[in-house]
T-cell receptor
């Protein structure tokens, strides 16, 4: 069990560019979650999947954000036309099932210039 | 509205002293409650969780927390802190999506 992994760990991009992040959950975990954490704040929920189905999306997730989990394993989070306000740490977590402990990855830190 | 309040942004204690971090929550149903710790450059690590049963919950690294329904509180405690406990601590509540507080940064004096 290698834990939740995220790639890349850091990303610097220019405003207007598209970026994509990847999350690999713990292998037997059905649920996968994305959160965003800005400086001085706690993580904020963005979206989650059960297997390949996206079950809930936060209002924080604007139309520029899209998340997929095509085969129920890894997930990608894409941000189109990035804005400076998108600069944050993007955290991924996974759990075996509903109401079970969520295990977090190390995060991807995004800086939009 | 569902929310978590951590009233202390920063707390400083001397090494070896006792610690209590406060957490109050607002949640419509019976909550699942968590404390996570985040060290610089590290991911969130679960310290302990409360689902039901005994309201005093034991966690890792010598931490414990007590659920008090009447006060809507879930305070974290440790009898004697170590320098390695310096980190940011997040209280959280939720079933599927988790709602986090803003965190309390713990500083340890030698």
């Amino acid at each position: 069990d290698t834990g939740v992994s995220q790639d890349p760990r850091h990303k610097i991009t220019k405003r207007g560019q598209n970026v994509t992040f990847r999350c690999d959950p713990i292998s037997e975990h059905n649920r996968l979650y994305w959160y965003r954490q800005t400086l001085g704040q706690g993580p904020e929920f963005l979206t989650y999947f059960q297997n390949e189905a996206q079950l809930e999306k936060s209002r924080l997730l604007s139309d520029r954000f899209s998340a997929e989990r095509p085969k129920g394993s890894f997930s990608t989070l894409e941000i189109q036309r990035t804005e400076q306000g998108d600069s944050a740490m993007y955290l991924c977590a996974s759990s075996e099932a509903r109401q079970e402990t969520q295990y977090f990855g190390p995060g991807t830190r995004l800086l939009v210039l | 509205a569902q929310s978590v309040t951590q009233p202390d942004i920063h707390i400083t204690v001397s090494e070896g002293a006792s610690l209590e971090l406060r957490c109050n929550y607002s949640y419509g149903a019976t909550p699942y409650l968590f404390w996570y710790v985040q060290s610089p450059g590290q991911g969130l690590q679960l310290l302990l969780k409360y689902f039901s049963g005994d309201t005093l919950v034991q966690g890792i690294k010598g931490f414990e927390a007590e659920f008090k329904r009447s006060q809507s509180s879930f305070n974290l405690r440790k009898p004697s802190v170590h320098w390695s406990d310096a980190a940011e601590y997040f209280c959280a509540v939720g079933n599927d999506k988790i709602i986090f507080g803003k965190g309390t940064r713990l500083h340890i004096l030698p």
